[in-house]
């Protein structure tokens, strides 16, 4: 591991304006993706701002009747909460689908939101990758590709978004509270904090450089019934092959969205409608334009059949 400076947060502003003045500055706070790619020296920061000492991990009701999240808020404790438990079942079996315990009692929501791709070329410093490396190609495209992107993927990068929590996420319209080094605040919508990857894989958010997320918004809940539905080689520590969120109404209708499948949480809004009409009406929606690989084209089938199982389940549950 490269040497590195230590910074303690003293408040968000405070951060953010650390890490716009510091060059090969990080934001670190779990650290359970963090600390593994500086092993690796994948990451070299040349200053790690250290943000667990700041008020950011309460879960708080909103005005609206959603739910506040603190950006340092567990994944133990988000996942257990009752109040997710019983409106956003979906976000907290998304939760337990991810890690294992003892990494979500240290993992965070902004981290989990914020954490890299798991793509073995992007983890092999031997391998070229655009993502680690701008500029000096792709060889997961010519090589093992099983796991990796089958849309919104680029002749750059074909990596996946590897958070279970994120998928959840996006199928609520969460909203993400971000405050910037001149102390200013926004919100982002969900959908449009991840990138894909198009000719520039190595900027993965639309943060600016500083740019420090401080908490999570989920709307008043949807109601339903709410399944997550992971698929992958072994039953624990894997990523998803293809994972399905979905909320669905008594009268069928509802909303989808998958993981394992892009490089940023999917969701096509328009394939909604046509969940009445059964899994694979959705699927042709969701995954119009896809462009897989032969290694990874049963990934297409694989959404089909688990959201088949998913709306299975969902009517058990109503």
């Known amino acids: 591991m490269m040497p590195f ?3 303690r947060a003293q408040s968000p502003a405070h ?3 650390q890490a716009a003045n510091t060059s090969g500055a990080k934001f670190i706070a779990g650290g359970t993706n963090l600390l593994d790619l500086m092993k690796l020296e994948i990451e070299t920061p040349f200053s790690l701002i250290d943000l667990s000492g700041l008020s950011l991990d309460r879960i708080e009701p909103t005005s609206e009747g959603g739910l506040k999240i603190g950006a340092l808020v567990r994944n133990t404790d988000l996942a257990a909460d009752p109040r997710v438990r019983e409106h956003y079942g979906v976000l907290s079996r998304a939760l337990l689908a991810g890690a294992s315990g003892q990494l979500r009692n240290m993992a965070t929501t902004a981290g989990n939101l914020l954490q890299r791709t798991r793509c ?3 983890y092999d410093t031997n391998q070229a990758c655009n993502k680690r490396k701008p500029g000096s190609g792709c ?3 010519d090589g093992v590709t099983r796991q990796l992107g089958i849309i919104g993927v680029s002749q750059a990068c074909i990596a996946t978004h590897p958070s279970d929590m994120a998928v959840a996420m996006r199928l609520l319209d969460a909203k993400v509270e971000t405050v910037r080094p001149d102390g200013t605040t926004r ?6 904090l991840h990138r894909l990857p198009g000719n520039t894989p190595n900027i993965e958010t639309t943060l600016s450089p500083g740019e420090l997320i401080t908490a999570v918004t989920l709307p008043k809940p949807l109601g339903g019934s709410h399944v997550y539905q992971k698929v992958r080689d072994r039953a624990s520590y894997a990523f998803a092959l293809v994972s399905v ?5 008594k009268d069928g209708s509802g909303r989808v969205a998958l993981g394992g499948v892009a490089h940023k949480p999917w969701r096509v809004e328009s394939a909604d ?3 009445a009409k059964g899994a694979s009406a959705v699927t042709e929606v969701l995954l119009s334009g896809a462009t897989p690989t032969h290694e990874n084209a049963f990934k297409i089938t694989l959404v089909e059949r688990t959201l088949a199982s998913v709306m299975a389940q969902a009517r058990e549950q109503a």
Request: glycine share 0%; aromatic share 12%.
């Open 5 to 7: 400076n230590y910074v």
């Open 15 to 17: 951060a953010a304006a």
């Open 120 to 122: 073995p070329y992007f």
């Open 139 to 141: 060889s997961a495209i």
């Open 187 to 192: 919100t982002i919508a969900i959908a449009d």
């Open 245 to 249: 969120a979905a909320v669905i109404q």
């Open 273 to 275: 409608s046509l969940m």
